[in-house]
């Protein structure tokens, strides 16, 4: 099983809709963020939420955290073209020091 | 603004030959790491390096696997014996700090085991 699992595995909507993305993981975090990579691109860091933290928002992206369900999710707002890209969920959690990542969300957003 | 480096972007080599792939770390962070991604596949834990040792292994990272941070500056990882099914992008990367911290990842080496 795996630590942490996105839903859709894909998903496609038209400029100015709203995306949302969630992440399910097993155990007990410290924190989980989330990442973006671009096709063929490296990971870039987009959001962190600690465990402690229930909303988080950064520009366009809100993240929600919900710890007795082991999940969350990621909306982006008014989305752009420029959006297209894969979303993961990282999971940090306890007692070690890497990061486990998500089986990712394909976003698709047409112009 | 500070980035990860990896060399070289592709290699194409033959199954059993020996591969190194290199990256140079943002220089004040202090945790590295290894992870792969089979083309269009989740990204799968490798291995984390801090204080000049392994701190963590995956079960993928085996015998012949190892890394290296030889001057202080790259990270370097060493497949030994390659096999078809090595065939992945490796991604370096590091952060700061072990817990809490963002990870800031190169842009990957693309492998290729023919």
């Known amino acids: 099983s795996q630590q942490g699992e996105e839903d859709p595995q894909a998903l496609s909507i038209q400029e100015g809709e709203n995306a949302t993305m969630n992440c399910s993981y097993k155990t007990s975090i410290n924190n989980l963020q989330w990442y973006r990579q671009n096709s063929g691109r490296g990971l870039v860091h987009l959001i962190l939420?600690?465990?402690?933290?229930r909303e988080k928002h950064s520009g366009r992206l809100r993240v929600t955290l919900d710890t007795s369900k082991k999940s969350s999710s990621l909306l982006i707002t008014a989305s752009r073209a420029a959006d297209t890209a894969s979303y993961f969920c990282a999971t940090d959690a306890h007692n070690t020091d890497k990061l486990i990542f998500g089986t990712g969300t394909r976003l698709q957003v047409f112009p | 603004e500070p980035e990860v480096t990896q060399t070289p972007s592709h290699q194409v080599t033959q199954m059993g030959q020996e591969v190194i792939l290199r990256c140079v770390p943002i220089?004040?962070?202090?945790?590295f790491y290894w992870y792969r991604q089979i083309l269009g596949q989740k990204v799968e834990f490798l291995v984390s390096f801090y204080n000049n040792e392994i701190s963590e292994k995956s079960e993928i990272f085996d015998d012949q696997f190892s890394v290296e941070r030889p001057d202080g500056s790259n990270f370097t990882l060493k497949i030994r014996s390659t096999k078809l099914e090595d065939s992945a992008m490796y991604f370096c990367?590091?952060?700061?700090?072990?817990?809490?911290?963002?990870?800031?990842f190169g842009e990957g080496s693309r492998l290729t085991v023919l």
């Open positions: 220089s004040n962070h202090l945790y």
């Open positions: 990367a590091s952060r700061a700090q072990g817990l809490g911290g963002e990870l800031f």
């Open positions: 939420i600690r465990s402690n933290e």
